[in-house]
């Protein structure tokens, strides 16, 4: 599994603490550079300035809403292009969903997800990168 991961860069964006440690743990076995972020302020930040190949963002962050950070990253980004985006999200509504692909991210699961199912997205992302 850990070849389409290899010498890629991962932000994982969370204010779950708990999450958050799962998330950087199982992308760091893949061999993948992973960095971390808690907050929507310092994701962008994060984003702009090492440009990762993939970010996994929370919807929902203090400082910042996920949907906040795609909106400010839409301006240096389009769709299909790095970082490719997935957004993790305890909203279940479509609406929410709607409006994650409206600012243009890649991916989007609804909390609870089995792991292997962000794992196959976020293979299926790197391997065009």
Same mark, same amino acid.
């Given at each position: 599994?850990? $070849? ?19 998330? $950087?743990?199982?992308?760091? $076995? ?53 970082? &490719? ?15 994650? $692909? ?5 991916? &989007? ?21």
């Amino acid at each position: 599994m850990a $070849e389409p991961f290899d010498g890629k860069s991962i932000l994982i964006v969370d204010d779950d603490r708990d999450i958050l440690t799962a998330l $950087e743990i199982a992308f760091k $076995e893949t061999g993948a550079t992973v960095s971390i972020a808690s907050d929507g302020n310092t994701a962008v930040t994060m984003a702009l300035e090492n440009n990762p190949d993939l970010m996994i963002l929370d919807a929902m962050l203090p400082q910042r809403s996920g949907f906040l950070v795609l909106e400010k990253l839409k301006a240096k980004k389009t769709r299909g292009s790095k970082p &490719y985006i997935i957004m993790i999200t305890g909203n279940t509504g479509k609406r929410h969903q709607v409006w994650a $692909e409206s600012l243009g991210v890649d991916g &989007y699961l609804n909390k609870p997800f089995r792991m292997d199912r962000l794992f196959e997205s976020a293979s299926a992302l790197l391997a065009k990168a």
